[in-house]
């Protein structure tokens, strides 16, 4: 009981710190590229098109695995994985105005789990910084460990190393989410296989979360599903209720659709489907939700294929995540996904993903209006539909988009761009 009420307490302080933070507005810079803007599917040539700028990247060759993520203040932060022959390192940068900070080093390990979809995330704020990496814990391909570690305002110090799951397993391990909830504190969501080893044979992959303070030490800990989708992104973002986590489930009958769940009234809600999409698939398609919050708003994105008929879909809430909008239809069918979604200070939505019906693909922004009508479609790059590519992160401060990729047209190379929505 004494427990229950601890976890309740950090939760309820968490939503009232979450829900009072305010981001401002950084300029961009740099290199207009071309931006072409697409309205249900035909080309236009509007009054105005999106500005795409690229920025200058602060990683060099060999890097990949990039994300940006932004504090209270506006500051944004890539971080990104350079690896060498024998080891691997994560870093991260944080743009002031024009320019990027010295990259900084997290961590580096020549035992690391590097994979094109299950990849390190940065979490930041005012008060804290968390960073978490995959580590092969034994001989088995997939048998890896989340290691973290967790930075103290206060005291200006990265804390030791730890491993967020407890369990001891050597089984997979990952696809993590990471989200600062206030006092210093960071709620982490992942993908645990401890009960896929079972002496009769491969067992479920779960859903587990917990919060951890800054010196990396346990507050709380929650299996929140018991049988989900064995490789596909968690998401997680901060409703004006609380938190909020969105997953690819799997049902008995092979069903893999996108499930929320919340944390109301001092505990996790059962989780239920964003839509039944009723896709069923015998494999993980290795495709995750993406969800962002601003007050009571909430959105999510995913990527589906019933019927071999592949669609990005978005649907919209206005009570923090309780119920949902019918799916918008946001591209298909030629898309492979590899979805992002975020919110603009104006309430729009924007929602990423790669078009492969061009020779090359494109990384292509669809904006939304916060009633569900779509604005504009805006190709941010051309890249690759491989794997190597991964999956492109967007960022909002203000009323700019910030967009991350991998560019592997001559090596694997972190690009990052800025779309401005409001230029005249």
């Known amino acids: 009981m004494k427990d229950a009420e601890k976890a309740r307490a950090i939760m309820r302080a968490l939503i009232s710190a979450a829900s009072t933070a305010q981001f401002g507005e950084i300029p961009g810079a740099c290199k ?12 236009l040539t509007p009054a105005h098109a999106a500005d795409v700028e690229l920025l200058p990247s602060p990683a060099a060759e060999n890097s990949s695995l990039s994300r940006v993520v932004s504090d209270e203040s506006g500051n944004l932060y890539l971080s990104w994985v350079m690896q060498t022959e024998n080891s691997a390192g994560l870093y991260y940068s944080i743009l002031n105005e024009t320019r990027w900070s010295e990259p900084q080093l997290v961590s580096r390990g020549e035992d690391w789990f590097i994979n ?6 940065l979490s930041v704020s005012a008060e804290n910084k968390a960073a978490h990496w995959l580590r092969m814990s034994a001989e088995g391909t997939y048998d890896y460990d989340i290691d973290a570690r967790f ?6 110090l990265w804390s030791d190393t730890i491993t967020p799951h407890k369990d ?19 709620l982490m969501s992942w993908l645990d296989g401890r009960n896929t080893k079972t002496v009769a044979g491969y067992g479920e992959m779960t859903l587990r979360a917990g919060i951890f303070n800054a010196r990396g030490e346990t507050l709380s800990e929650w299996e929140l599903d018991a049988r989900v989708c064995d490789c596909c992104q968690t ?8 938190p909020v986590i969105v997953y690819r489930d799997r049902s008995a009958g092979e069903i893999r659709d996108i499930y929320i769940t919340r944390y109301a ?14 896709w069923e698939i015998a494999g993980c398609p290795v495709n995750g939700p993406s969800v962002a919050a601003q007050g009571d708003f909430v959105a999510v994105g995913w990527f589906t294929a019933k019927d071999d008929s592949p669609k990005v879909q978005l649907a919209l809430s206005t009570d923090s995540g309780e119920h949902f909008s019918a799916p918008i239809r946001v591209s298909g069918p030629d898309t492979i996904g590899r979805i992002d979604t975020a919110i603009l200070a104006n309430g729009q939505v924007a929602v990423s993903w790669l078009d492969t019906s061009a020779e090359t ?15 504009d479609t805006t190709v941010v790059a051309r890249t690759s539909a491989s794997r190597r590519s991964g999956f492109p ?11 991350t990729w991998t560019d592997i047209s001559e090596g694997p190379e972190v690009r990052v761009a800025r779309v401005d929505f409001a230029s005249p």
């Open 32 to 43: 207009r590229l071309f931006a072409g803007v697409v309205s249900a599917g035909i080309l």
């Open 116 to 121: 094109w979809a299950d990849f390190p995330v």
């Open 151 to 156: 930075y103290d305002a206060q005291t200006d």
């Open 168 to 186: 001891g397993v050597s089984a997979e391990h990952g696809f993590v989410s990471m989200l600062p909830v206030g006092n210093g504190n960071t």
């Open 235 to 242: 998401s997680a973002a901060m409703s004006a209720a609380g």
């Open 265 to 278: 009234n001092g505990d996790w809600t059962p989780p239920v489907a964003i839509h039944d999409d009723q």
């Open 361 to 375: 693909a494109q990384l292509t922004v669809s904006r939304f209006s916060a009633g569900g009508s779509l604005i």
């Open 393 to 403: 992160i967007m960022e909002t401060i203000g009323d700019d988009l910030f967009v």
